[in-house]
């Protein structure tokens, strides 16, 4: 028996799986003996996972209650709105595939946010054509119109058996009389503070008087946001884009000199996409399509890495990361010339991701030697031709499954709310490219294709991922972390297909990442001296990196689900029943 002594106060989630592990989240306490925490748990019917404990339990009694995976997931991210302000959100965006067991149908709801109309190429750049990052990232002008409370009303009206009055409750009533401020919760605030300041609205919400910091164990209450879910609850979307939600956003962006109008929210509509498909060693992949970059890279770097025997090469050793790396190289690079909005530009989707493109890339990798990334240009697909946010997953009894990834870019968005509506306002316009290969805040270079154009969608990294085995959901998966995103969900995949992992381990094993530029391959702590060595000879410049990603995923195993929350990141919680 191990015991692990934890000074408090602390809040702490610890992950451990047999075959049959969930996640198990643990209040502060003296001494926390890992006998208590390591015990099975499981789901026969249905399971939930998701960053925040009280949105991951509202979610779980919707399921409980009959409710199929949509109710739940819509449920979870009205939740997630008021319980994880930095990531969830009714002011920005997102993606969400569903998978459907009565039809056999998996599919991508498109909620991203989009350029305002009166958004210009060049609005971010200064009088000599520099970047200018504040008015990308922290002003009113950083504001992409929001789909997410589009997406979500659509999600469960098309897909959903419950009321859009009962997915709210939970919210409504953790907005109106308050939740416990956690450890995460009080320090992602401290860190936030100097971009709320010249918010008033964000000031009142999230501080006390003088500015100081809600403590841990403090309630917090939001009146504001929670009228602003009891009119969505009693109107519909309608209330956000057309009624009195959307007056006080105009009005807010016209005092503060945004450019969100009446018109812009409108027009707004999510889109019912077809999902990316790939096949990995005869397990069906769908991720999400353009403007999402992350189901292209994702099929592609798989399909890279199916010309290798990872599983005989062993995980995480030299020559593993060494093609892991050399494969990721080669994704970004076309990621930064063949990515956008595909509604605006024609993206060669069906050559990216096929195998034949994949065969060649794979000849360009030299098994002993790193190319260095300068030497890395685009590739040609068309010779085949024929980022802070937050994940969660569902699966419930009737077959059915949900990975959804939503976002207002950086943790609490621009750090504005608008006055009136307790509603945090993202910055997703800082993911266009202000400048054809000028970096995003994410290191990312973007080129024509995602240019700002009015009404186009800005790309993304979002990688909302289910794995079908025999045409059943077999993992349902995904993660925030910005450009990390998609190599995250990469790891957790070939984890569990190519290095045979349960669950929790395939989400506990250590990550690298490499996006082309900068020239860097990035490791968590843990990764061996020999190893490191190896890289080193091979010519990869390594960085010891923070944690990457926070996946939060469900694996079915003889039908019996089996789920892990990331430790990555405090505060997670998965549950099955």
């Known amino acids: 028996m191990i015991s692990v002594l934890i000074q408090k106060p602390i809040r702490l989630l610890l992950v451990f799986c047999s075959w ?3 996640t198990i989240s643990v209040a502060a306490q003296d001494t926390i003996n890992t006998q208590d925490i390591f015990h099975p748990v499981r789901g026969t019917n249905g399971m939930v996972s998701s960053q925040e404990e009280f949105a991951t339990e509202a979610g779980l009694e919707v399921l409980k209650e009959g409710g199929n995976a949509i109710d739940a997931a819509v449920t979870v991210g009205f939740t997630l709105a008021v319980t994880l302000p930095r990531a969830g959100n009714l002011g920005g965006g997102g993606f969400m595939l569903v998978h459907l067991a009565k039809t056999q149908e998996t599919i991508a709801i498109d909620y991203r946010e989009k350029a305002p109309l ?10 000599n054509g520099q970047v200018v990052s504040q008015k990308s990232q922290y002003s009113h002008l950083a ?5 997410t409370v589009a997406g979500m009303t659509m999600a469960l009206e098309k897909y959903g058996t419950i009321s859009l009055a ?9 907005a109106e009389t308050g939740f416990p401020v956690d450890e995460d919760l009080h320090h992602t605030l401290i860190a936030a503070k100097g971009k709320m300041q010249v918010s008033p609205a ?13 403590e841990i164990g403090e309630i917090l209450i939001q009146e504001d946001l929670a009228n602003s879910l009891k009119l969505i609850a009693q109107e519909g979307a309608n209330a956000f884009y057309q009624g009195e939600i959307a007056t006080a956003l105009v009005a807010d962006m016209e005092v503060n000199g945004g450019l969100i109008t009446k018109e812009d929210l409108a027009a707004y509509q999510p889109v019912i996409r077809p999902t990316i498909q790939g096949n990995y060693r005869g397990y069906e992949i769908h991720s999400m399509p353009p403007p999402s970059s992350g189901g292209i890279h994702l099929v592609q770097i798989l399909n890279i890495l199916e010309n290798f025997p990872i599983r005989s090469l062993g995980h995480n050793t030299a020559k593993t990361i060494h093609l892991m790396a050399e494969s990721m190289k080669l994704a970004y690079a076309d990621r930064s010339k063949f990515l956008g909005d595909a509604d605006f530009v024609s993206v060669p989707v069906s050559s990216l991701t096929s195998k034949t493109y994949a065969s060649i890339l794979s000849q360009k990798i030299d098994l002993n030697q790193a190319t260095p990334s300068r030497e890395i240009s685009p590739g040609n697909p068309y010779q085949v031709e024929s980022k802070d946010t937050t994940h969660y997953s569902v699966v419930d009894q009737y077959g059915n499954a949900v990975a959804n990834t939503y976002t207002l870019n950086l943790a609490y968005g621009t750090g504005l709310t608008a006055s009136d509506t307790g509603i945090l306002l993202n910055n997703e316009m800082d993911d266009f490219s202000a400048k054809p290969g000028v970096p995003n805040f994410f290191g990312l270079i973007g080129g024509e294709f995602n240019a700002i154009e ?9 990688t909302p991922t289910i794995v079908l085995k025999e045409g059943k959901p ?20 070939m984890n569990v297909i190519d290095h045979q992992m349960n669950i929790a381990e395939a989400t506990n094993a250590g990550r690298i990442h490499h996006q082309w530029l900068p020239d860097e391959l990035r490791f968590e702590v843990g990764l061996n001296e020999d190893t490191r060595w190896l890289l080193n000879s091979k010519g990869h410049k390594l960085v010891d990196g923070d944690a990457m990603g926070s996946t939060q995923s469900i694996m079915r195993v003889n039908d019996i689900y089996h789920g892990a929350s990331d430790p990555r ?5 998965t549950l099955g029943y």
Do not use: H, W
């Open 474 to 493: 077999f993992l349902v998966t995904g993660s925030p972390g910005g450009s990390r995103i998609i190599t995250a969900i990469l790891q957790v995949i």
């Open 166 to 174: 009962r997915a709210l409750q939970p919210a409504i009533e953790l």
């Open 143 to 147: 504001v992409g119109v929001p789909g």
């Open 569 to 573: 990141r405090p505060g997670a919680l």
């Open 202 to 214: 964000s000031m009142d919400v999230f501080f006390k008087e003088d500015g100081i910091p809600y």
């Open 454 to 462: 009015p009404e186009k969608r800005m790309l993304s990294s979002m």
């Open 20 to 22: 049959q592990l969930c």
């Open 118 to 127: 009166a958004a210009t190429r060049d609005m971010f750049l200064d009088e």
